[in-house]
């Protein structure tokens, strides 16, 4: 059987402001079940990128293995790629980082792929608040073999196999929150009003921007007793707030009522509206956003939304204080300035 994707579009369809059209940001056909979540999560980052005109040779997407890992083939199919091994997304994120930071980077994972296998090259990534996106979309199984438990799965979770699963589970959002990342979300690949806007934000943010996706496995995890099921989800997720983003060259015409918006402005003038809740939830304190998580797991719930953000934090480039200009520009003269120099250098430390 072949398959292909239509390549009619409705003549009618406007351009972004960068001149391309959403077949633009488009990649493959999908070989995930049918029914996945990772294909919302796809289309998601697909509409954000084309929203914000992101020029997509500027984009360089990563993963590593898994079936989220198999995602970068299926969006911005004229963009930079690079599939990794198992767990080693992060260290290639960061050695294409420091050889070129005037590109985009937007890294795939898994639950396995970064919580078990991954998780000390995640911690890393994440401690050194390296600029990129980190997206894990999160099942809580390990779909490709057959949907063993994953390190994300609750405890008490219930998948196919019908055994429940014994083992406390990994919240990397509350370790994204403790190691430093200055951008931290969590939504439902079934939401795309708060994922969209999300992933907006995420990719204006200068710095670690870690998503959690949880995107049911339907195949292995969609069972009435997996909390990481469609039906289950969505009768026991809660949001912080709701929110919009609002790119800087982009016109602000809407009006917020005082005392019920806050506004957080990001590195590059863009700004999150919050629009919040009941709870009040002060998502540029740290602690605050740590014991919300722990609070609404005790109830047994889940937290969506933007759950911290560092308005004023300091990327990898910053914090080591590297050159402006992209390493891959630098020559040999840049690189190896001869003797006198290394001789002055020297002298310094005498």
């Known amino acids: 059987m072949t398959f292909f994707r239509p390549g009619f579009r409705h003549p009618d369809l406007p351009p972004n402001e960068a001149g391309y059209e959403l077949r633009d940001y488009e990649g493959g056909i999908s070989t995930l079940c049918a029914g996945c979540g990772h294909d919302s999560v796809n289309a998601a980052i697909i509409r954000a990128c084309f929203e914000l005109a992101i020029e997509p040779h500027k984009v360089v997407k990563l993963s590593g293995i898994g079936c989220s890992s198999k995602s970068p083939a299926y969006f911005l199919g004229k963009s930079h790629g690079f599939n990794s091994v198992h767990g080693r997304m992060p260290s290639i994120a960061t050695g294409a980082n420091m050889a070129n930071r005037d590109l985009i980077y937007l890294g795939v994972s898994g639950d396995g792929d970064t919580a078990s296998i991954g998780m000390g090259q995640f911690a890393h990534a994440v401690r ?33 196999k019908g055994e429940p699963n014994q083992l406390e589970s990994i919240d990397l959002c509350e370790i994204a929150i403790q190691l430093g990342a200055g951008f931290v979300g969590r939504s439902f690949s079934g939401d795309k009003q708060q994922l969209v806007p999300m992933l907006k934000a995420a990719l204006s943010y200068e710095g670690m921007s870690f998503v959690d996706v949880i995107s049911p496995c339907v195949t292995f995890n969609n069972t009435p007793g997996s909390t990481k099921s469609y039906h289950w989800v969505r009768e026991h997720r809660e949001a912080t707030n709701t929110f919009d983003f609002v790119p800087f060259r982009q016109e602000i015409t809407t009006e917020y009522a005082e005392g019920k918006t806050e506004a957080v402005t990001l590195h590059d003038e863009s700004v999150i509206y919050l629009h919040k809740g009941d709870g009040n939830l002060q998502i540029t304190d740290r602690r605050q956003a740590m014991d919300a998580l722990e609070e609404h797991k005790r109830k047994g719930l889940i937290l969506t939304g933007i759950l911290y953000v560092d308005p004023e934090g300091e990327d990898t480039h910053v914090i080591l204080h590297t050159t402006k200009r992209a390493l891959n520009a630098l020559g040999e003269k840049d690189l190896c300035p001869g003797n006198d120099a290394l001789a002055d250098i020297n002298d310094r430390f005498r």
């Open 128 to 160: 050194r608040n390296l600029n990129m996106v980190y997206i894990v979309m999160n099942n809580g199984c390990y779909g490709l073999t057959k949907g063993q438990y994953s390190a994300t799965a609750d405890k008490g979770s219930i998948g196919k």
